[in-house]
Structures are given as C-alpha cells and as structure tokens.
C-alpha cells in the first residue's frame, strides 16, 4: 500500500492505495483516518485494487472545506476520477456506511457494489441522542480517552472480554490526534443537523451487501435492518452476538463474505 494525495474540489483528499483487479473504496467512521482499518486494507488488497480514504477534516484531508455528507461524496468521485475509475465498490463502516451511501445516490452509474455495516439511512431520535453523547464526550474527554470511550461502545462485551489486549490495541488506532479533534468536531456539528436518505435509496439499484450486528451500541440495530429493507437490491449479512465493530468481531467469516459479495 502507498500513501497519495490529491487535490479535490473541497481541498486535498488523501489516502492508501494498493492492490490489483476491481477497485474498493474502503470509508471509515467518525474522526477515524485510514489506519483504524489495520491490516483491513493489506488483505483485501490481495484481491482488489483498494482505496483507503482519510475523511474531510482528518488526517491528510484535514485541510479545505469543512466536512459534510455531499462534499464526503465528491471527494470519492474526485479520487475516483483522478484515478480514471469509471467503476468501483464501496465499503463503509458506520459514518462511513451513510457516506458511501450518499456517495452512490450521487454517481448510481459508477457504484457497482456497495457494502454498508452498522450505519442508518437517517438521523432517529436514538441517533440523536447517541450523537449528542459522543459530541459531549469529545468536548469533556483528551482524544486518548475519547478513544478508550468509543471503543468501549464498539465492541460487544463478550468480545471485549475475551480479546482486552486487541481492544486496547484498536483504542491506540482509533485514539484522535490532536490536530483532527476539529474535524471530528465538525463531522459531529454536521451529523447532528440530521440526514435523511430513505426516498433515494428505494430507487437505488445497487447490488448492497447490509451488516449489522445484534448487540450494536451505537447505530441501533433495527435501523440497519431498515436499511436493508429499503434497498431494492440488498442481501443482510446479521450476527447477532457481536456489536458496532462487526468485521473486527466476526474476522474473517465477514472477511469471506464481504470478498464474495465484492466479486
């Protein structure tokens, strides 16, 4: 994998990319930069051409524009046209799920595939709240201690019993910079005006891979599986037992699946 940047509409987008064959864009949550996913890209890119993106505001995108759900849109299709990709996958996790999301709405024609995991087509009264709770946080905890929080809401509690180490580990990942604690502020201040993308996505014909897990803290699990419901062309990938962290809890079963659906 190697680091690029280039120069969007909105200011400079940055990222990873590595691999051969069809490309993904792999889109990560709130405040999170491409190495949250780990060796999440490495090994899909064993298979695919993968395109990791630093969202609007953090990391090597933390410059220009302030983040929003459209201009997080254009960067994927300024990306996917600097690149010459007339077709790609996307892949997102949590905020990354809406972002990919609103990114096929707005380029149908481009988006083969879409994989969404733990993430909702609209801003509930629960989303809300669980927004209003992480934007307190953010404001009263150092961006360490964010992490550790955020991480404790992630991870179902089986699981983060069983691997406390590999928790821990991820909470370092996940654990803000300083310099992207304004742009996970300002990704916070934009969720939390409320998105609503349910008439769109009834049209939508993408073939859609939904996953969701059963004990998820975060995005309540209902409103993923209403998700599933309102795209045409969606298979649902549940499992039941783990939380947010779904690929991270269920390895690589939903690594398997998640390279077969991808084709």
Known sequence: MHTFTIHGPNGPVGGV????????????GLGASTRLWGE?????????RVLALDNRGIGTSREGEPFSLDRAAEDILAVA?????????LLG?????????????SSPQSVRRLVVISCAPHLSEHGRKTLGLLDLLLQRLSPSEFGDALMHLAFAPPFAARHSEFVAE???????????VPGTQTQLNHLLKGWDLRDGLTQLKVPSLVMVGGRDAI???????????LLPKSDLFED??????????????ALEYVRDFLG
């Open 170 to 180: 991820t909470s370092v990942l996940y654990g803000l910079a300083p310099e992207d």
């Open 40 to 48: 999440f890209p490495r090994i899909l890119a064993r298979s695919f």
């Open 93 to 105: 996790a949590s905020l990354g799920g809406t972002i990919a999301l609103n990114t096929a709405l």
């Open 81 to 89: 046209q600097e690149f010459d990709l007339d077709s790609f996958a």
């Open 219 to 229: 995005v309540a699990p209902e409103e993923t599986r209403a998700l599933a419901n």
């Open 240 to 253: 039941g037992n783990v939380g947010h962290s779904l690929l991270a809890e269920v390895g690589a079963t």
């Open 17 to 28: 990319d590595g691999g051969r064959g069809k490309a993904v864009f792999l889109i990560a």
